[in-house]
C-alpha cells in the first residue's frame, strides 16, 4: 500500500522557520521525483519544489528561491521541505508528491493527504 504521509505544519510567525517532511512507503523510493505543492484557499495547486533522483537536481518556484531547501534521504525514504522567512502569502496546505517517469509522461504518481502551514502574526 503506497502512503505519502506528511508532517511538520503548523502556525508560526512571520520570518519563522518549518521543517515538513514527507514519509513514503510502498514503492521504490528513490525512483521517483519527489515534490512538494501547495494550495492556498481558492486557488490552485503548485509546485513549490522539486528534486530527482538520482542527482539529484532541484527546482523551485520563483517565490520561494532563497527561503526554501527541499531534500531527500533515500536510505529513510523521506523527502523534506525546510523553509525559511517565511511570509504569509506562504500560508497553504503543502502537499507531498511522488511522480515516475516525467510530467509530460507519467508511469505512476502518489499524492499526501497535505500538512497545513500558517504563517501569521
Known amino acids: 500500500q503506497v502512503q505519502l504521509v506528511e508532517s511538520g505544519g503548523g502556525l508560526v510567525q512571520p520570518g519563522g522557520s518549518l521543517r515538513l517532511t514527507c514519509a513514503a512507503s510502498?514503492?521504490?523510493?528513490?525512483?521517483?521525483?519527489m515534490s512538494w505543492y501547495r494550495q492556498a484557499p481558492g486557488k490552485e495547486r503548485d509546485l513549490v519544489a522539486r528534486?530527482?533522483?538520482?542527482?539529484?537536481?532541484?527546482r523551485y518556484a520563483d517565490s520561494v528561491k532563497g527561503r526554501f531547501t527541499i531534500s531527500r534521504d533515500n536510505a529513510k525514504n523521506t523527502v523534506y521541505l525546510q523553509m525559511n522567512s517565511l511570509k504569509p502569502e506562504d500560508t497553504a496546505d503543502y502537499f507531498c508528491?511522488?511522480?515516475?517517469?516525467?510530467?509530460?509522461?507519467?508511469?505512476?504518481?502518489?499524492w499526501g493527504q497535505g500538512t497545513q502551514v500558517t504563517v501569521s502574526s
Open positions: 508528491h511522488a511522480l515516475l517517469g516525467s510530467t509530460f509522461m507519467p508511469l505512476d504518481v502518489h
Open positions: 510502498g514503492f521504490t523510493f528513490s525512483s521517483y521525483t
Open positions: 528534486i530527482s533522483s538520482p542527482g539529484p537536481s532541484t
